[in-house]
């Protein structure tokens, strides 16, 4: 696992804060809250950041006023700025663009977006989330293995817990249901990554799978479930 990256996240009501910073974390970020941004530039003198992620739910004066002066301080002013808003508040996003905004997300967020754009901002290698998920997956053919247990999912592949290998590179069927779920997915995968059995210390024995040209229906029935895994405890209740 890659180190945690620092993001400076700047909102000024504690509830915000509280869902932001929670959700930066599950997503393998390391969160340092500022209230305003004059706050986050004086913690940027002391402390390096990959991003800045702002708040704007507040007046246009004040988000005008605060975009500015972090897209001009030195401390800052080099580092990507995403703004998030409720659509409500949004204004046309050319406006927050020509002030030197990065990307602009609207909430309720979406985790697949959120993880997206702050990934390819921070040069991440993962283009969707994952989550800890033990189901029972069947592989069709290639492994003595004809149920294996996944221990690990995103909406872009899985990894099963396994002893026996197989050729990265190899392409296989697998066929499973998603907890709590009635529909069965039948999808198509390539070997992405073998680990064998007492190679490394801090990982389990198995394959990692990608799947491939999995149907948009299948995809978005992952991705929904990985988002509620990872942010259904979570709500987003704007207090401006």
């Not at 580092?79 to 990065?102: I, K, Q, R």
């Not at 592989?139 to 592949?157: F, K, N, Y």
């Not at 990265?168 to 529909?183: C, N, Q």
Request: charged residues 25%; aromatic residues 6%.
């Amino acid at each position: 696992m890659s180190e945690k990256k620092s993001v400076l996240i700047i909102c000024r009501t504690p509830a915000g804060q509280m869902y932001l910073g929670v959700l930066l974390k599950r997503i393998w970020y390391s969160p340092i809250l500022a209230k305003t941004a004059e706050e986050g530039v004086r913690l940027a003198q002391n402390t390096r950041f990959s991003l800045i992620i702002y708040d704007g739910d507040v007046t246009g004066l004040e988000q005008r006023a605060s975009i500015m002066l972090l897209r001009s301080d030195a401390a800052v002013k080099d580092l990507p700025l995403v703004v998030f808003l409720t659509s409500e508040n949004t204004p046309a996003d050319d406006s927050l663009l020509s002030l030197g905004c990065t990307a602009v997300l609207t909430k309720p967020l979406d985790l697949s977006i959120v993880y997206g754009v702050l990934g390819r901002l921070t040069g991440e290698q993962r283009h969707a989330p994952r989550i800890p998920a033990k189901f029972i997956v069947e592989i069709r053919e290639g492994t003595p293995e004809a149920r294996l247990m996944c221990v690990d999912l995103s909406e872009g592949g899985l990894y099963l817990r396994s002893h026996e290998s197989l050729p990265e590179g190899a392409v296989i069927h697998v066929r499973f249901t998603l907890p709590r779920d009635t529909v069965v997915m039948e999808l198509t995968a390539r070997v992405a990554r073998v680990i064998p059995l007492g190679t490394q210390i801090d990982a389990e024995p198995g394959i990692g799978l990608e799947f491939v040209d999995a149907p948009e229906d299948s995809r978005l029935r992952i991705r929904n479930f990985v988002q509620w895994e990872m942010t259904g405890d979570l709500e987003w209740k704007a207090d401006i």
